[in-house]
């Protein structure tokens, strides 16, 4: 039991330190600075409170070295859901012109570029056709548009597509948009286009997706003069599926669907979530991809046109575009937005002489920097495949379709893309070690080696606030009050030597006198003013 506290304990200011020790929740404290001289007792509890005290900054400071090297954890999850949006089904056939729609004019430009032919080789090439050499007199025309090229040229979607069903309801080419890639024209199948409504399922297996019969033509396809980089020695389609926001890289990421077969694709739909710094290096910016670019450059003025959502391969194909848009003064075939500054499509000659070694220039030294997105759609896939047609079904396809049952088994194919369940998979990134743990981590810390809380640092302030009052301030005001003391003592001598003479004094009585009075017999050097009481 503490004795009680003294007069000279009860006059002590809030700023000691034995006041503060006597009444702080800080456990130990009072026994360190408690009434008395120095003891053992004393000394041991001390090194206590040092000691704990010690541990708990360790501890605090591992626990804020955690949490600053901003860990992260992988959670997945499957989750039901009452209906699903379909997937965008982009679809290129490999073989990209027509020979029945190849001009001579078509060879003099893009025969070099696509096709690898020397000029003394076209007229070979034209009978290889089918068609006859150019006439006499031919002259080029000045300019080239390769994507004209490929929309006159290439396969359309009316002959290709025998027969459509969504969800067992008829589709057609009007379902599709046409969109240019590296494969030359390609159609998406509900492509989430302005205007157009994004078709969604309830149910998941065959029949309750996209169920196509397409036409591969390979009498159509072009002969194989020589074997260039892009000479493709296949017949079919290539295929991707992908969200809305995601554009197409089908020469990359497309399978193939071969005649003769019918391919069945089972979907899973994949959501993946990253997290931003400081914890993973995702965005969620706009698609205005980094690269070097001069400043001079009219191709990097902003676009008033708004940006498309952001994507990882968006990205790569806007920043490969504006690259070689800036370096050869056109831009190359992508599924991509127009650039600023609406530069032309590149021509076959410009594809050879900068194009092309301009691309490989920015991905050898990796100019493009795209960060993968915040928010990723993706589609999980299984593939099998059947025999298409039947030896019971072929002389019936060959009559509907007026073919020959040979022409059928050698073009026709059949594409069926359904969900597999109307569940999905979440892929989140999340936080290992948040502020609120971090907290909760130095409340316990301090609770166990201290007995502190939140309160006791609201005390310990409290009192860094009484000795900042008693201590600094009160130096100055004592220094102030001080100051002014002096002033006044100095006015009243002043006053005090030009007064009267001072009186005789009297045995009688005598009226109260001035402190100052009767100073006029002092020292002037001193100029002390004495006081001069009744005894």
């Known amino acids: 039991?503490?004795?009680?506290?003294?007069?000279?304990?009860?006059?002590?200011?809030?700023?000691?330190?034995?006041?503060?020790?006597?009444?702080?929740?800080?456990?130990?404290?009072?026994?360190?600075?408690?009434?008395?001289?120095?003891?053992?007792?004393?000394?041991?509890?001390?090194?206590?409170?040092?000691?704990?005290?010690?541990?708990?900054?360790?501890?605090?400071?591992?626990?804020?070295?955690?949490?600053?090297?901003?860990?992260?954890?992988?959670?997945?999850?499957?989750?039901?859901?009452?209906?699903?949006?379909?997937?965008?089904?982009?679809?290129?056939?490999?073989?990209?012109?027509?020979?029945?729609?190849?001009?001579?004019?078509?060879?003099?430009?893009?025969?070099?570029?696509?096709?690898?032919?020397?000029?003394?080789?076209?007229?070979?090439?034209?009978?290889?056709?089918?068609?006859?050499?150019?006439?006499?007199?031919?002259?080029?025309?000045?300019?080239?548009?390769?994507?004209?090229?490929?929309?006159?040229?290439?396969?359309?979607?009316?002959?290709?597509?025998?027969?459509?069903?969504?969800?067992?309801?008829?589709?057609?080419?009007?379902?599709?948009?046409?969109?240019?890639?590296?494969?030359?024209?390609?159609?998406?199948?509900?492509?989430?286009?302005?205007?157009?409504?994004?078709?969604?399922?309830?149910?998941?297996?065959?029949?309750?997706?996209?169920?196509?019969?397409?036409?591969?033509?390979?009498?159509?396809?072009?002969?194989?003069?020589?074997?260039?980089?892009?000479t493709p020695f296949e017949a079919g389609f290539r295929v991707q599926i992908h969200s809305q926001e995601e554009p197409p890289v089908i020469d990359q990421l497309g399978f193939g669907a071969a005649p003769g077969y019918q391919t069945f694709v089972s979907c899973q739909q994949q959501q993946l979530s990253f997290l931003p710094p400081p914890w993973g290096d995702c965005t969620s910016r706009s698609l205005e991809p980094d690269f070097e670019q001069e400043p001079s450059d009219p191709l990097g003025a902003p676009s008033p046109s708004p940006s498309p959502p952001y994507s990882l391969m968006g990205c790569r194909l806007a920043c490969e575009t504006r690259y070689v848009a800036r370096k050869c003064g056109c831009r190359m075939l992508s599924p991509s937005h127009p650039i600023p500054g609406g530069a032309p499509v590149c021509s076959p000659q410009q594809y050879k002489d900068c194009a092309n070694s301009a691309l490989d220039a920015m991905l050898r030294k990796d100019a493009c920097a795209c960060p993968s997105p915040c928010a990723v759609t993706r589609y999980a896939k299984e593939l099998s495949m059947v025999r298409i047609p039947s030896r019971a079904s072929a002389r019936y396809l060959a009559r509907k379709y007026n073919r020959s049952e040979a022409y059928i088994a050698e073009n026709v194919l059949v594409l069926d893309i359904f969900f597999e369940a109307l569940n999905y998979e979440t892929v989140e990134q999340k936080a290992a070690y948040e502020v609120s743990e971090l907290l909760s981590d130095i409340g316990g810390q301090m609770g166990l080696f201290i007995g502190a809380s939140l309160l006791t640092i609201l005390e310990i302030l409290d009192y860094l606030c009484e000795v900042f009052r008693d201590r600094v301030l009160g130096y100055f005001w004592n220094q102030r009050r001080s100051r002014r003391h002096f002033s006044t003592n100095l006015l009243q001598e002043g006053l005090g030597s030009h007064g009267t003479q001072v009186p005789h004094l009297s045995l009688g009585p005598r009226a109260p006198t001035h402190p100052c009075s009767v100073a006029g017999n002092a020292s002037a050097s001193h100029r002390t003013c004495y006081l001069v009481t009744r005894l």
């Open 1 to 230: 039991m503490k004795p009680p506290a003294g007069p000279e304990e009860g006059r002590r200011p809030a700023s000691d330190i034995r006041a503060f020790a006597s009444s702080c929740t800080l456990h130990g404290l009072g026994h360190v600075f408690g009434p008395g001289g120095l003891t053992l007792r004393r000394g041991l509890w001390a090194v206590a409170v040092l000691l704990s005290l010690a541990a708990f900054l360790y501890q605090v400071a591992g626990r804020v070295r955690y949490y600053g090297e901003f860990h992260y954890e992988t959670a997945l999850d499957e989750r039901e859901s009452h209906r699903l949006t379909f997937p965008a089904v982009t679809l290129c056939n490999i073989n990209p012109l027509r020979r029945s729609r190849l001009t001579p004019n078509d060879l003099h430009w893009a025969g070099p570029t696509l096709l690898g032919l020397d000029p003394a080789e076209h007229a070979a090439f034209l009978r290889a056709l089918g068609q006859p050499p150019a006439p006499a007199g031919f002259m080029p025309s000045p300019t080239f548009d390769m994507a004209q090229l490929y929309a006159r040229a290439g396969h359309s979607l009316d002959a290709m597509l025998l027969d459509c069903r969504y969800r067992g309801q008829a589709c057609g080419p009007e379902n599709f948009t046409a969109i240019f890639t590296r494969m030359g024209q390609c159609y998406t199948f509900n492509s989430g286009a302005p205007g157009a409504e994004l078709l969604t399922t309830p149910k998941g297996g065959v029949g309750n997706g996209l169920e196509i019969m397409l036409d591969v033509q390979q009498e159509e396809y072009l002969p194989v003069w020589k074997a260039t980089e892009e």
